[in-house]
């Protein structure tokens, strides 16, 4: 990705989605990310739009994200814990380092989305557990051809998002056990419509 796209994106993201977060998406991060632990790993984190559901029970909350103009405005909305500049198929951790990984938005965009699970796995302690909000591949197969059509065009505009990932079934293929939820994310485009959430636990 360019470093102008990087910038515009996170110049605009929060406005972007804001629409989205008031008819229904912050509650959904709420329930997702109310629920860590113990030492938290959150992956692409973006400009923080989950800190504010972060509860006590989360004792050391460390922040990952790999774009500049992103991490700038992560930094700028922290009261605790610590951005890391850092992608999520390379993540500069120890193995079985972490109670719970936090991803909203983030399986989406990564480039290597095998790659980036088999790291949560890796970083996560044996009883942890990855908690995730990503919106998915749809099980109506003409919405998933579109998402697959415009797949080019989104990647552009989301910059680097993949509107058409079965991600239930790559967390499964990566070994996690999975228990999710699908919902549809209000106010937003057909294509990213489709959504999950949960828990995923590796095996
Ligand atoms: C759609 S945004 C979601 C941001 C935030 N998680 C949220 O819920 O609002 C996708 C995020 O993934 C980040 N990202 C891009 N490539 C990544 C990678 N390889 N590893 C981790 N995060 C990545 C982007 O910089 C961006 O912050």
Redesign the pocket.
């Known amino acids: 990705m360019s470093k102008l796209g990087a910038r515009v994106f996170a110049a605009m993201y929060d406005r972007m989605l804001a629409g989205t977060e008031e008819a229904g998406l912050r509650d959904h991060r709420r329930a997702i990310v109310s629920q860590a632990r113990g030492r938290v790993l959150e992956?692409?984190?973006?400009?923080g739009?989950?800190l504010e559901h972060y509860g006590p029970e989360a004792t050391d909350l460390v922040l990952?994200?790999?774009?500049e103009p992103?991490a700038r405005r992560l930094r700028a909305r922290l009261t605790r814990g610590e951005v890391v500049e850092a992608?999520?198929?390379r993540l500069p951790f120890a193995d079985d380092s972490f109670d719970t990984v936090v991803s909203?938005?983030?399986l989406c965009?990564?480039?290597d989305q095998e790659r980036?699970l088999e790291e949560i796995r890796r970083v996560l302690k044996p009883d942890g557990r990855l908690l995730f909000l990503e919106h998915v591949r749809s099980h109506d197969a003409k919405v998933a051809r579109w998402q697959d059509r415009l797949l080019p065009a989104w990647r552009f505009v989301g910059h680097?998002?993949h509107p058409n990932r079965d991600t239930a079934a790559a967390l499964a293929r990566a070994g996690f056990a999975v228990e999710l939820e699908s919902w549809r994310m209000p106010k937003a485009p057909a294509i990213v419509r489709p959504a999950i959430e949960g828990v995923a636990r590796p095996g």
């Open positions: 992956i692409g984190a973006g400009t739009l989950n990952t994200e790999p774009e992103m992608p999520a198929d909203t938005l983030v965009t990564v480039p980036a680097g998002c």
